[in-house]
């Protein structure tokens, strides 16, 4: 059963423009959000997140969407590097189970100079 | 500089052999977690332990065991149960265990078990 989803396993944008990464969750009881790249042979580092009292949070070049009621959430780059080329994985959290994080399958990006 | 190693960042075993895999985090973070990462996959979690001295399974924990008697150290071992061991094996650490704790990873360990 898998509860957090990343339907494409692949995107490729020029630079400069914007990159949307989705994600998709099915349960509800998720109240927190998590976007984490990651560069080949390295462990994932944190980028941002989102509680599920907010529906926008924004860091510099990344902001993060979440949409309880399609139980959707979704990572903008804005504008697109080079160096964001990586696999993005959402992780979801739920308060119950502490820290345990579920994660997507990843989506690698590619941003074309 | 503070961080996470794990060591070594490749590893090669002869099927049928036990194999430990190292994390050690200089963070002073309570709550440490291994995961697996499969080609296409995301991550799944294999153990965690919220604080010294404390583990518990994770979702993949059959074939794998783990030792926290130390509160920066979380080495994870790959028995001789586990069917399908060649992975991307990340350690990870957070502040302490709870909702709204980041988790900061390792650089990972590649096992290959041949």
């Known amino acids: 059963d898998q509860q957090v989803k990343q339907n494409s396993p692949s995107l490729s944008v020029q630079e400069g423009r914007i990159s949307i990464l989705n994600c998709d969750y099915t349960?509800?009881?998720?109240?927190?959000f998590l976007w984490y790249k990651k560069y080949p042979a390295e462990g994932p580092t944190f980028l941002i997140s989102i509680s599920s009292i907010k529906d926008k949070n924004e860091d510099g070049r990344f902001t993060v969407f979440l949409n309880k009621s399609a139980k959707h959430l979704s990572l903008h780059i804005v504008p697109s590097q080079p160096g964001d080329s990586a696999v993005y994985f959402c992780a979801a959290s739920e308060e119950t189970s502490g820290s345990r994080l579920t994660f997507g399958e990843g989506t690698q990006l590619t941003v074309n100079p | 500089d503070g961080g996470i190693t794990q060591s070594p960042k490749y590893l090669f075993r002869k099927e049928g052999q036990n194999v430990t895999l190292s994390c050690e985090q200089n963070l002073n973070h309570d709550a440490m977690y291994w995961y697996r990462q499969d080609p296409g996959q995301g991550l799944r979690l294999i153990y965690y332990s919220q604080i010294v001295n404390d583990f518990q399974k994770g979702d993949i924990a059959e074939g794998y065991s783990v030792s926290r008697e130390k509160k920066e150290s979380f080495p994870l071992t790959v028995t001789s149960a586990q069917k399908n061991p060649t992975a991307f094996y990340l350690c990870?650490?957070?502040?302490?265990?709870?909702?709204?704790?980041?988790?900061?990873f390792g650089p990972g360990t590649r096992l290959t078990v041949l």
């Open positions: 349960n509800s009881m998720f109240d927190y």
């Open positions: 990870a650490s957070s502040i302490m265990w709870g909702i709204y704790n980041e988790q900061f």
